[in-house]
């Protein structure tokens, strides 16, 4: 039976690596999400934010104060010719402005992009309180430290190192989601299935095989991403490797196996496209992958914790980030490890060859 | 040891649109080869998958060695054999691997290198399964139907898309398979291939058995050992003024006429007298006995391959 297993395990890697397009995805995508916004956030916690600055036909020395004490406050100012400026702001690509008006300024913010928006007007105020001061020799201003660390204390860590165990569990996620169930639902529908069903080969030990295929094509995606992270931004794992490999295999048996009893409840590719789509998009933008969910209600919050995304990547990241071991993790790897073997069972009972 | 290899009796399959299967009893016999014929639509294909376990069937019961679905469900995969009538594998799976991972599925397998020469692939044991031309899948299909040394093996048209001599080389398997003692069931469409094969026969149409029995007698039932044919150089005429002149009747084909007869030898003179009158355009004329062809045509009403 082990040998079966084994059997099913290698020529599922056979079969995997024959189809040289999917491979390059699986391992290119992960690391070119990881490049590109790693590369565009590079600065810290994310985008500066920016404000757009009407540039006044004469300036005065009122507006070279403002301009200095902008810069103080770390916003990315972006002066532009009035006319440039409205067309800019119709095209709706500004989300503040801040223009001249009659002894003091006014600011306008885009209605769509209000959380932008709003943040960087707060800004623009404190830099125009800190003009005003300098501009009447009041004593310079002062203001209060701001300190950039990992909430594990460990390492102020850049967003890169937020990104890459996020998309690890992305990448989990679509691996179970398309890689598996999309797979078994086109072979099911194509008939492939059909002569496995006329052997005595268990289902269970066909869907075994299938998961520890896919256990290790997520363990050498993981050691890529890790790789690259390393060399291009200097990302290393905190924590133990044993703990990072335990939280992984709880990771991909999760999300294997919930490919798997998707997998059952499609008759054809297209219906299952749409339901995994439908949990796929709701799951990686609720679940924390590229930035946190601070500003959902607190009862979404709580509700994403029961979903398996969420706990694995809290987990993930406490590992992989800040070094912690994984005593303080149990809950978060039980509701994962519930899933997996929710889902696993669920599989092994529903799934249909034909 | 001489009981049945195969009982089933009423087995009733309906689809949506169409009942499939309407009520089939067949008994096959340990070491015989069994056909199954019948014009496309028949039931032939479902019959047997719902034998192999792949459909469950709306009633009726099956007895397959002795054992039951129910209760034996994996003994019975163990046991049995099967080719699909289309056996889709992994793509990119090679003949070897294949039949090396069907061999791992079962408690007893038999060697790649044996079965590779069985069905003369060896030249292709490296090659894809999407690679292989269609006859080359048939064979392939065939192998893994016989990976687990089965004790009863089901042929769902074996021998469709097979070249004359790959075909000669199946007829030489399904022998050598009786010779050793196997049981073998199996569909086809090809008249010579089951008066060749098969011990006993069925005939079905509109998911029931119409005809069964040896192909002797089967023809014998017939009760027309012999037909005389008038082919003709392109579309034959319409036979019906000559047939009313004959007293006979004359089927007419695309290109031939064909007048069955009790009495060839008394016939032969008149036809060609008539033929002669009436100027009918004939190349040649035979004689020849009836064949399973004839049975299956007067008991479908319909030619066979079309
Ligand atoms: N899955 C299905 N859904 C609906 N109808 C089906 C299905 N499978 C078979 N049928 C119908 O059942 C009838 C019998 O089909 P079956 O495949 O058993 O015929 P067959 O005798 O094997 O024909 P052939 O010689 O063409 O292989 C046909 O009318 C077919 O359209
Ligand atoms: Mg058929």
Redesign the interface.
């Known amino acids: 039976m082990v040998m079966m297993i084994w059997r099913q395990f290698v020529m599922e890697w056979k079969l995997y690596s024959r189809d040289r397009m999917a491979m390059f995805w699986t391992f290119a995508f992960p690391v070119a999400m990881l490049l590109g916004f790693g590369v565009i956030f590079r600065g810290g916690g994310g985008p500066k934010l920016s404000i757009v600055y009407v540039e006044p036909a004469a300036p005065s020395p009122r507006d070279a104060a403002l301009l200095k004490a902008m810069d103080e406050v770390q916003l990315k100012v972006m002066p532009l010719a009035p006319a440039e400026a409205e067309a800019r702001w119709g095209r709706g690509e500004t989300a503040a402005e801040v223009l001249a008006d009659g002894e003091g300024y006014r600011l306008r913010l885009n209605s769509y992009l209000m959380a932008q928006g709003g943040a960087a007007a707060g800004l623009v105020n404190q830099a125009w309180l800190m003009a005003q001061a300098r501009l009447n020799g009041a004593p310079e201003p002062k203001r209060i430290p701001v300190s950039v660390e990992s909430p594990g204390g460990r390492k102020a860590s850049n967003y890169a190192a937020f990104l890459l165990p996020g998309l690890l569990g992305l990448n989990l996620m679509s691996i179970g989601l398309f890689s598996v169930g999309m797979v078994n639902v086109s072979y099911r529908e194509k008939g492939k299935f059909r002569r496995l069903a006329v052997t005595p080969l268990p289902k269970w030990i066909f869907l075994l095989g299938q998961v520890l295929q896919r256990l290790t094509i997520s363990l050498a995606q993981a050691l890529v991403l890790m790789t690259v992270g390393w060399l291009a931004f200097g990302i290393q794992n905190q924590g133990s490797y044993l703990d990072l490999l335990v939280v992984m295999v709880f990771g991909t048996a999760c999300f294997m196996s919930f490919g798997f009893a998707l997998s059952s409840f499609a008759e054809t590719s297209e219906s299952y496209a749409a339901i995994a789509n439908l949990l796929f998009f709701p799951l990686m933008l609720l679940s924390g992958v590229y930035f946190t969910l601070d500003s959902a209600p607190r009862w979404l919050q709580h509700a994403v914790t029961a979903l398996p995304l969420s706990p694995f990547l809290t987990t993930l990241r406490a590992v992989f980030n800040d070094g912690s071991g994984l005593a303080g993790h149990g809950l978060a790897l039980a509701i994962v490890g519930a899933w997996a073997l929710g889902a696993f069972l669920l599989a092994v009972r529903r799934f249909r060859w034909a | 040891m001489s009981e049945l290899a195969l009982r089933i009796h009423g087995l009733r399959k309906a689809f949506p649109k169409v009942v499939a299967v309407a009520g089939v009893d067949l008994e096959v016999a340990r070491g015989e080869v069994f056909g199954l014929l019948g014009p496309n639509g028949a039931g032939k294909t479902t019959t047997l998958e719902m034998i192999?376990?792949?459909t469950v069937p709306d009633a009726g019961e099956i007895e397959i060695l002795g054992q039951s679905w129910k209760r034996d469900g994996?003994?019975i995969?163990?046991r049995?054999g099967?080719q699909?009538q289309?056996?889709?594998?992994?793509n990119?799976?090679t003949v070897r691997?294949a039949l090396?991972?069907?061999g791992?599925?079962?408690?007893k397998a038999r060697s790649t290198a044996e079965l590779l020469d069985l069905v003369q692939l060896n030249d292709k044991a490296e090659a894809?399964h999407i690679t292989l031309s269609g006859g080359q899948q048939q064979r392939l299909a065939l192998a893994?139907a016989l990976v687990?040394d089965p004790e009863l093996v089901f042929l769902d048209e074996p021998t469709t898309g097979l070249d004359p001599q790959a075909r000669r080389g199946l007829w030489d398997v399904v022998r050598r398979m009786k010779a050793e003692g196997r049981t073998v069931l199996l569909t086809t469409h090809y008249m010579d291939e089951a008066e060749a094969l098969c011990d006993r026969l069925a005939i079905m149409d509109h998911g029931q058995v119409i005809a069964s029995g040896t192909p002797a007698s089967l023809i014998a039932q017939l009760a027309i050992p012999s037909v005389v044919e008038l082919t003709f150089d392109g579309a034959a005429p319409d036979p019906a003024a000559f047939s009313a002149r004959l007293g006979e009747t004359v089927e007419h084909r695309s290109d031939l006429w064909e007048i069955p007869t009790r009495d060839p030898k008394g016939l032969l003179p008149r036809i060609l007298e008539i033929a002669e009158a009436a100027g009918v355009p004939y190349q040649q004329i035979h004689i020849r006995r009836a064949t399973l062809e004839d049975v299956f045509l007067h008991q479908t009403g319909r030619s066979l391959r079309d």
């Open positions: 192999e376990g792949l994996q003994q995969r163990a049995i099967v699909l289309s056996t889709s594998l992994f990119k799976i691997e090396d991972l069907y791992t599925y079962y408690p894809y893994l687990n």
